[in-house]
């Protein structure tokens, strides 16, 4: 029996993902370990004759998926067909922490303007209690970055900014990861950060995930939490 890990946990999520891949969709791309294998799965499907485009959430992203055979659009007016990402938290109700991999910006542009957006993780990302332990990322122009950090830090977070301030977005921005402990309520504090002056983007994502496919010993959960935008 081949042996079940966390890495192969997020392998399966992303296999089932690729279930949902049809003939001339156009698709959004996430960004992260688990997206790299259903980038390598959509590669697969280009061989065998499967017309896909994309937008993709990040260079790294990018740059897989035009190696994958994927034709990437730069930009696109209409609806994408469905998104596939990772994430670094999971809820009950589907709200999410993203960002670990500082795309938060890209990434929440391409979910929210998607029909379908597909979740897939192990199943260590899939918290029942609540929203929090791993921390909020928050991308925040150069500019003035501290008075940023302390109009965040007011809403009850402790903000910490990444590498020292030396990890920069593919926006040219930069990351900070805020500790506000288990968060009894996401949209609202999606709303208060984002509404920050300085924030050009909190990782918390309320209400856009469609479907979760949350792996763990090597069974492949589906989650549903709303229905998929209609073309
Ligand atoms: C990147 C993200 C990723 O989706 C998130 O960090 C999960 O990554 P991984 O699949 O490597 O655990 O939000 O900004």
């Given at each position: 029996m081949p042996l079940v890990t966390q890495e192969s946990d997020k392998k399966a999520a992303a296999i089932e993902a690729l279930k949902l891949v049809r003939d001339g969709m156009m698709l959004g791309i996430g960004t992260g370990s688990t997206v790299k294998y259903f980038i390598d799965g959509l590669s697969d499907l280009v061989k065998a004759g499967v017309r896909l485009r994309a937008v993709a959430t990040s260079i790294e992203s990018e740059t897989l998926a035009r190696n994958a055979g994927i034709a990437i659009e730069n930009d696109f007016s209409g609806q994408l067909d469905l998104d596939v990402d990772g994430a670094d938290e999971i809820d009950a109700e589907g709200n999410l922490i993203k960002g670990g991999g500082g795309a938060l910006l890209r990434e929440k542009i391409v979910a929210y303007n998607s029909k379908t957006v597909c979740i897939i993780a192990?199943?260590?990302?899939?918290k029942e209690r609540g929203l929090g332990e791993f921390r909020v990322p928050v991308e925040v122009i150069p500019y003035l970055k501290d008075m940023t950090r302390k109009q965040v830090e007011k809403l009850g977070g402790i903000c910490i900014f990444r590498k020292n301030g030396e990890?920069?977005?593919?926006?040219?921005n930069l990351v900070m990861d805020c500790d506000?402990?288990?968060?009894?309520n996401p949209a609202d504090l999606e709303t208060k950060i984002k509404m920050?002056?300085?924030?050009?983007?909190?990782?918390i994502f309320t209400?856009?995930?469609?479907l979760a496919l949350i792996s763990g010993a090597g069974v492949v959960e589906v989650k549903k939490f709303r229905n998929p935008v209609s073309p």
């Open positions: 192990d199943s260590t990302k899939f990890f920069v977005t593919d926006n040219g506000f402990g288990i968060i009894r920050i002056p300085g924030v050009a983007e909190v990782g209400g856009l995930t469609t």
